[in-house]
């Protein structure tokens, strides 16, 4: 089956200093799409950030990141973290086996700006 | 507008009852997913649903069941809840890849 595998546990960086979440995946299946999730506190999580495109940079609220499918990698960036980005960021995949989508999620980072 | 309601935001529950969460949308076709949310293990997914009584298991199916009578809707209901189900529970559609999340019910089982 497809797997996601992201920076685990907390991460912290200093306000105005680049920060990147990683993200490999596998995946058996011909994956549509690849995401960024970002869930902020006792919010329900919402996508960031979504690809399809091989080597394609693709750009939201300040992140970016690049898939790049020869070295099953798909990480999230940002040249300037800001507080309001403290949030916790998933990375997911969706598949589409026989024609029915079927998401597989990282465990999640959680981002902390501090000043 | 991918809105996506949950029902109810808070429950508290004793072990050994039944519970049901509900869940809506109002693009009938579409996909629906039910996760738990537990720290450090992200979001689980439990079962999937493709249209009216075409139910899939997840990852972590035991212990749970759905239904799915109209395609706006979609319930999961724990039979004989247990403590070790007390959780946060997101019911999400997919559009049709990209998943959009209701406001998630978070549950104790006592």
């Known amino acids: 089956g497809d797997s996601v595998t992201q920076t685990e546990g907390l991460v912290t960086v200093t306000e105005g200093l680049p920060v990147k979440l990683n993200c490999t995946y596998q995946t058996t299946y011909l994956t549509i799409a690849f995401f960024w999730y970002v869930q902020y506190l006792n919010e329900a999580p919402q996508v960031l950030l979504k690809?399809?495109?091989?080597?394609k940079r693709t750009e939201h609220q300040g992140f970016h990141a690049t898939l790049h499918k020869s070295s099953s990698s798909f990480h999230l960036q940002k040249s300037s973290a800001q507080l309001s980005d403290s949030a916790l960021y998933y990375c997911?995949?969706?598949?589409?086996?026989?024609?029915?989508?079927?998401?597989?999620f990282g465990k999640g980072t959680s981002l902390v700006v501090h000043p | 507008d991918m809105k996506v309601t949950q029902m109810p935001r808070y429950l508290i529950k004793r072990m050994g009852e039944n519970v049901l969460l509900e869940c809506g949308q109002d693009?009938?076709?579409?996909?629906m997913y039910w996760y738990r949310q537990d720290p450090g293990l992200g979001l689980q997914l439990i079962y999937i649903s493709y249209d009216v009584d075409s139910n899939s298991e997840g990852d972590i199916p035991k212990g749970y069941r759905v239904s799915r009578k109209k395609r706006e809707h979609f319930s999961l209901i724990l039979d004989s809840a247990k403590t070790n189900q007390t959780s946060v529970y997101f019911c999400a559609r997919g559009h049709p890849e990209t998943l959009y999340f209701g406001s998630g019910t978070r549950l104790t089982v006592l």
């Open positions: 690809s399809s495109t091989d080597n």
């Open positions: 997911a995949l969706s598949d589409s086996p026989g024609g029915n989508y079927k998401p597989t």
């Open positions: 693009m009938s076709h579409e996909t």
